[in-house]
C-alpha cells in the first residue's frame, strides 16, 4: 500500500540548531512529496514540494531532496530559528489515485531561544 | 481570495446529535477533501470530491455524509455525533491535473462531542 513515515517527535532545538526531519514513503507508483508545515491554531500551508527523482525542493531556508533510490524526502534546515516552531507534516501524491494524499503523522519542533 | 474557508472554527455537540460544517472556496478548484487530525494520528482522509456532483469515500468515512452541488461548496455531515468523532477537521482543496499542484487547507473546526 501507500504509506508515509516520518520521526516520531516531538523535536526540541535550540536556535541556529541544524534540522533534519526523517521522512520515508511506500508508494506503489511514482508520486509527488510534499512538505507541510501548521503553525499553532492554524490549518496547513505548503513549504515545499518536489515532483520526480533528484528534484530538491527549496523555501524559507528549508530544504528536501526526494531521493527515488531510498524512498526518502528528509527535511533539512541549516539554522532554525524560533519562528519555525511548527508542526511539520511529509505526504505524497499519487496521480493514479485521484485526489488521494498520504500524510505522515507529523512532527512538532519547538525552538528555544 | 479567501481561500478556503471554513465553519464553524469551534463546536460542542452531545452524543446523537447532528451538525453540518461548512466548507467554501473560491480558487474554482475541482478537487476538495475533507480531513481530520487526530493526536499521533497525522491527517486521515473521510472523503473527497473530484468536481460538483462527485464524491468519494476516504479512509474513515463511516458516520459521514458529503454532497458537492457546486464546485465552491463542500459540506460534511455528522448524522449523529459520537465522542470518537471528537477531532479537528480540515477541509481543503486544489486545482486537478498537474502531480505537482498545492493542497489549500483551511482554518480548521476543532470538534467536541460529550
Known amino acids: 500500500g501507500n504509506s508515509v513515515t516520518q520521526m516520531e517527535g516531538p523535536v526540541t532545538l535550540s536556535e541556529e540548531a541544524f534540522l533534519t526531519i526523517n521522512c520515508t514513503y511506500t508508494a506503489t507508483g511514482y508520486p509527488s512529496l510534499f512538505w507541510y508545515v501548521q503553525y499553532p491554531g492554524e490549518g496547513l500551508q505548503l513549504l515545499l514540494k518536489?515532483?520526480?527523482?533528484?528534484d530538491k525542493g527549496s523555501n524559507k531556508g528549508f530544504e528536501a531532496t526526494y531521493r527515488k533510490e531510498t524512498t526518502s524526502f528528509h527535511l533539512e534546515k541549516g539554522s532554525v530559528q524560533v519562528s519555525d516552531s511548527a508542526v511539520y507534516f511529509c505526504a505524497l501524491l499519487l496521480s493514479n489515485t485521484g485526489n488521494q494524499f498520504y500524510f505522515g503523522t507529523g512532527t512538532s519542533l519547538t525552538v528555544i531561544p | 481570495n479567501a481561500g478556503v474557508t471554513q465553519t464553524p472554527k469551534f463546536q460542542v455537540l452531545k452524543t446523537g446529535q447532528s451538525m453540518t460544517l461548512q466548507c467554501a472556496q473560491d480558487m474554482n478548484h475541482e478537487y476538495m477533501s475533507w480531513y481530520r487530525q487526530d493526536p499521533g494520528m497525522g491527517l486521515r482522509l473521510i472523503h473527497y470530491?473530484?468536481?460538483?456532483?462527485?464524491?468519494d469515500q476516504g479512509e474513515v468515512p463511516n458516520g459521514y455524509n458529503v454532497s458537492r452541488s457546486t464546485t465552491e461548496d463542500f459540506p460534511l455531515r455528522l448524522l449523529s455525533a459520537a465522542p470518537s468523532q471528537t477531532s479537528v477537521y480540515f477541509c481543503a482543496s486544489r486545482d486537478a491535473g498537474t502531480r505537482g499542484n498545492e493542497q489549500f487547507f483551511g482554518p480548521g473546526t476543532r470538534l467536541t462531542v460529550l
Open positions: 470530491s473530484v468536481g460538483a456532483g462527485i464524491t
Open positions: 518536489a515532483t520526480k527523482a533528484d
